[in-house]
């Protein structure tokens, strides 16, 4: 069990959040039950890169990114060097501090 706390975002969570993963859950699916509408247009097989999340506490102590992953972060919006596909991060135990880019690709993608 993690413990996340979630940076605000603008639309997702203004005045930010706090929840816990369950053992062998996702981030994307621990926010989405804690009422966080985080994209998921895949519906979490890593194929897509609408769940992306930034790590800026605790990047080191999650599971090692998929090459899957790795490829596909690679065409997120707003990529960062602790960036994270959050269908794919499943943290043991420990403290994280994670943020919602401001857009996904498919939000770029619908205003241009
Ligand atoms: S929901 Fe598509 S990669 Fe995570």
């Given amino acids: 069990m993690a413990y996340i706390k979630l940076l605000p975002h603008f ?3 203004p005045d930010g959040a706090e929840f816990e993963t369950l053992k062998d859950e ?6 989405l039950r804690s009422g966080i509408k ?7 097989s890593c194929a897509c890169t609408t769940c ?15 090459e899957d ?8 919006w ?4 602790n ?3 959050s269908c794919q ?8 501090t994670v943020e919602l880019p401001k857009y996904t690709i498919n939000q770029v993608s619908e205003d241009h």
């Fill in 38 to 44: 985080i994209e998921h247009a895949c519906e979490m």
């Fill in 11 to 13: 639309e997702l969570c």
């Fill in 78 to 81: 707003g990529l960062e060097p």
């Fill in 89 to 96: 991060t499943i943290p043991d135990d420990g403290n994280f």
């Fill in 52 to 66: 992306h999340i930034i790590v800026r506490d605790g990047f080191n102590n999650l599971n090692e990114a998929s």
């Fill in 83 to 85: 960036s994270r596909l």
């Fill in 26 to 31: 996702s981030i994307c699916e621990a926010a």
């Fill in 69 to 76: 992953e790795e490829d596909l972060l690679d065409k997120a």
